[in-house]
C-alpha cells in the first residue's frame, strides 16, 4: 500500500469516528462531530451543541439558538484548554466549516481538514483555501 492509499484509509476511518462523535450531539436539525489529529493520535473532539452548564437543548422550534458552538469551535476551544497545540493538524468533520469556525481553523494553526457533507455556503472552504490550508472533500459512505 503507497502513502496516498495509507492517508486516504486513515481518513476515511476518522471521518467514520466524527461521524460516530455527532452522534453524541443534542441538536435535532443537524448532529455535526469533529476530530483533530496529529501525528496519527486524536488530540481534541467536539460535537455541535450548548456551551458547558447550558441546558442540552439547541433549537427553539425550527431556528438554532445563536449560542450554539459548532463541533469544530468546540474541538479547537478544547485542545486549546487542554495545553496542547493544534499546529500542523488535521481537523476532520462530517460537514464543511462555516467563516467563522474557518477563522478558527486557520488560527489554531490546522493544516488540512477533510469533511465529507458540503453546507449550502461555502466561504468558509474558500478562506481556507486561501490561507493555505489543504482541504479535502471526501465520498463518504458510512456503509463501505
Known amino acids: 500500500m503507497d502513502k496516498k492509499d495509507n492517508q486516504t484509509k486513515f481518513d476515511k476511518s476518522y471521518l467514520e469516528m466524527a461521524f460516530v462523535w455527532a452522534k453524541n450531539s443534542y441538536c435535532k436539525r443537524r448532529q455535526v462531530g469533529a476530530l483533530l489529529v496529529k501525528d496519527k493520535m486524536i488530540i481534541s473532539d467536539g460535537y455541535n451543541g450548548t456551551p458547558s452548564g447550558f441546558e442540552n437543548v439547541c433549537e ?3 431556528v438554532t439558538k445563536p449560542y450554539v458552538l459548532h463541533a ?8 486549546a484548554k487542554s495545553g496542547n497545540s493544534s499546529e500542523g493538524a488535521t481537523l476532520y468533520v462530517t460537514d464543511s466549516p462555516c467563516m467563522e469556525c474557518s477563522k478558527l481553523i486557520i488560527q489554531s494553526g490546522i493544516s488540512r ?9 461555502i466561504d468558509g472552504i474558500e478562506l481556507l483555501k486561501r490561507a493555505g490550508v489543504e482541504v479535502v472533500k471526501m465520498d463518504f459512505d458510512k456503509n463501505k
Open 60 to 62: 427553539e422550534g425550527d
Open 113 to 121: 481538514v477533510v469533511y465529507a457533507r458540503e453546507y449550502r455556503i
Open 72 to 79: 469544530e469551535a468546540n474541538a479547537i476551544t478544547k485542545v
